[in-house]
């Protein structure tokens, strides 16, 4: 018999990014494990979730949730509360920070440890919230629960984090969201981003630091300047920072640069699986996601040696190096041999075929039980 687990997606935020794609993918698995579960969340997500999860009992908590600090009071008051209301056994919360005071076993995801390892990719207010709740739920949580060996490997070097109380549960991919698309959904996505049949460079994700977009869109155009009709390249996901603008900014006024912002979850496997390569030259992830997503979608991955992207992409993806010259003869090659994009394509939707959300909640249930008996 599994605990009652109360799952607090009430962190879920707006930009329906990353974060979201985890819960909710783990929340439907966890429904077809047949766990006994019950959901916090904020208003406008409840009908989803009831969706998802049909047999758990959904709760929204009150309006003012929706801004981060008054959810962080609720979450250390109203989470609890909810949890004694629906009988609940263990808390899981999702997203690295976690009541104090519940009197249950709680188990938290710690999603990566780059705050630590790569603090200027990050900002300062947002690298010392996450770096207190790291270190908070590393001391007080039942269980941690990490997306990848590398990050379990890096909280107990960084933070000397007991590794007996850290539970590897890899991510999984939605294959109905993410699939090789469909030459009409392919033609659909890229109409919408006004490309009407140019060849294209993918990149999808926030425009944070760490995913080192200065670099991707400076090697992209060391990489196709010299072409007669150079492919463009599309930086979707997320709003351009300074340092984006300024590396647009420099490109040469025959190569395109595209940011059109957050895509419709409908348009992304046509997006992905439509682009030449999806390029992913992070500086360090938790997992990365993206590059799982992409593989689903056939798309041939470049992405870096860095943190657990190994993991994940293994030989069915190129790898680079970050810097400039490194992103510039690797996009080149892979862009210069139709062969070589061939290969990954075929072999990125079976490696992302190892990676299922039935899986991955599988092993939240282990550490869910693990945190209820010790």
């Known amino acids: 018999m599994t605990p009652r687990v109360l799952v607090d997606a009430a962190a879920v935020p707006a930009d329906r990014g990353a974060l979201i794609r985890y819960v909710d993918g783990l929340v439907a698995a966890l429904e077809r494990a047949g766990a006994d579960l019950a959901v916090a969340c904020q208003r406008a997500d409840a009908e989803r979730y009831a969706a998802l999860a049909p047999s758990a009992r959904v709760l929204s908590g009150p309006p003012g949730i929706s801004h981060r600090d008054a959810r962080l009071v609720w979450e250390q008051t109203g989470v609890p509360l909810l949890a004694r209301q629906v009988g609940a056994q263990v808390i899981h919360a999702p997203c690295y920070s976690m009541p104090l005071r519940s009197g249950l076993p709680t188990v938290v995801t710690v999603h990566d440890v780059t705050w630590f390892t790569e603090p200027l990719q990050h900002s300062t207010v947002k690298a010392s919230f996450f770096r207190s709740a790291t270190r908070t739920a590393t001391r007080h949580a039942s269980r941690l629960i990490v997306p990848s060996k590398a990050t379990r490997d890096e909280l107990v070097r960084v933070l000397d984090a007991d590794p007996t109380r850290i539970d590897v549960a890899y991510h999984g991919v939605d294959p109905l969201l993410f699939h090789p698309p469909s030459p009409a959904e392919t033609k659909r996505a890229a109409d919408r981003l006004g490309l009407h049949g140019t060849p294209y460079v993918a990149f999808l994700g926030p425009m944070e630091p760490r995913k080192n977009l200065p670099n991707l869109i400076r090697g992209f155009v060391r990489a196709v300047r010299d072409l007669p009709s150079p492919p463009a390249l599309v930086l979707a996901g997320g709003v351009p920072d300074a340092e984006v603008e300024a590396a647009v900014a420099e490109v040469p006024s025959k190569v395109r640069v595209i940011c059109p912002g957050y895509l419709a979850f409908a348009d992304l496997s046509g997006f992905l699986g439509g682009a030449l390569v999806a390029a992913f030259p992070s500086r360090g992830e938790g997992f ?13 991955v470049l992405t870096t040696h860095r ?11 190129a790898y680079t190096e970050p810097d400039e010259a490194g992103i510039a003869g690797a996009l080149g ?6 062969e070589r994009r061939r290969v990954l394509s075929e072999a990125g939707p079976a490696r992302a075929g190892e990676f299922t959300w039935d899986a991955s ?11 209820l008996e010790h």
């Open 288 to 300: 990365g996601l993206p590059v799982l997503e992409a593989m689903a979608c056939g798309a041939p």
């Open 333 to 338: 090659a892979l862009l210069s041999s139709p």
């Open 361 to 371: 909640a599988e092993a939240h249930l282990v550490s869910y039980q693990r945190a």
């Open 307 to 317: 943190a657990s992207l190994p993991e994940v992409g293994g030989d069915a993806v």
